[in-house]
């Protein structure tokens, strides 16, 4: 693996939150780029084609910290140091654990689980539609409002995947250990936006609006699933936080999301049958809300 820091990044810091990560098999050919400014990603893209460059560069913004990312055989994972996670370059648990969880998604795409996935969501795909097709929008927007949900839906379930690997791996506590100040730093819970998303609908930015509001009702989820049976002082203290986060919005409509929360505590599986229902889950709850 090349790791590579620009920026004042501490690298001896991160060596050794790396060190603490040998349960993993981490590809040799993967480029670990830690950064403390998005500027730095124009050296990560440069080598990209250019089909791929608009793609890396949406990811590459201050609101997404971190991800993996592959192409053409090429192994990325990039980790941005910005305020809300910044504590990683104090916190070695911290740092570990996010590294576990990034490095994780390398792993598991490599052997075959977001095709997997994506194969399941296809197969989901027209009884979806058909569904968001009911709120008799123009064709154009009912494709982005569908491709924005099933980005998210998608991200989440990887998510809860990683997750689960990282504790099968021994490596929970670091895990906990990023999240747990993950939701600190938060202070609050944020509010998911959905009196605004029906008027939204109408307008240009529906998937974003569509998108930031599934992100919070998602967003929980492989954090959630993976930890409830965690046996952790602070697993304990991490559950308590996540759902205060879901009441607080209770009062709207995050009580329906509660079922794709139960449908993954008690079904999660390879089986793309529990794929199946959790994007049919998902797509219902959210056309729910839009009508
Ligand atoms: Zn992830």
């Known amino acids: 693996m090349k790791l590579i820091c620009r920026g004042k990044v501490n690298e001896k810091h991160f060596i ?35 089909s791929q460059k608009p793609i890396f560069r949406s990811f590459c913004n201050r609101e997404r910290t971190s991800f993996s990312y592959s192409w053409g055989g090429r192994e990325i994972v990039l980790i941005q140091i910005a305020p809300q996670n910044a504590f990683i370059t104090k916190n070695l648990g911290a740092a570990a654990g996010l590294l576990a969880h990034e490095l994780t998604h390398t792993i598991l795409r490599r052997k075959g689980l977001d095709r997997h996935l994506a194969g399941c969501y296809e197969a989901s795909y027209y009884s979806n539609f058909k569904l968001l097709h009911r709120l008799k929008l123009p064709r154009e927007r009912l494709d982005e409002l569908f491709n924005a949900v099933g980005a998210e839906a998608l991200l989440a379930l990887k998510d809860v995947y990683v997750n689960s690997e990282v504790l099968s791996m021994g490596l929970g506590d670091y895990l906990l250990e990023y999240y747990y100040h ?9 509010m998911p936006p959905f009196k605004d998303l029906r008027r939204a609908l ?10 930031d509001a599934l992100r919070f009702q998602l967003t929980l989820l492989p954090i959630y699933a993976p ?9 304990k203290l991490l559950m ?4 205060k986060c879901y009441e607080q919005s209770v009062e709207d409509i995050s009580s329906e999301f509660g079922d794709v929360q139960k449908l993954v505590l008690k079904e999660f599986s390879p089986s793309c049958t529990f794929h199946r229902k959790y994007f049919s889950l998902v797509f219902l709850k959210t056309f729910r809300l839009l009508i």
Request: net charge positive; proline share 9%; with cysteine.
């Open 182 to 190: 993950r939701l600190e730093t938060l202070r609050y819970c944020p």
């Open 16 to 50: 050794k939150a790396l060190s603490m990560l040998s349960a993993l098999e981490i590809p040799k050919e993967l480029e670990l780029y830690i950064i403390d400014d998005p500027k730095y990603c124009k050296e990560v893209i440069r080598p990209l084609p250019p």
């Open 227 to 235: 930890f409830k049976a965690y046996r952790h002082k602070k697993a």
């Open 202 to 211: 109408k307008s240009d930015a529906a998937s974003a609006a569509l998108r």
């Open 240 to 243: 308590r936080q996540v759902k």
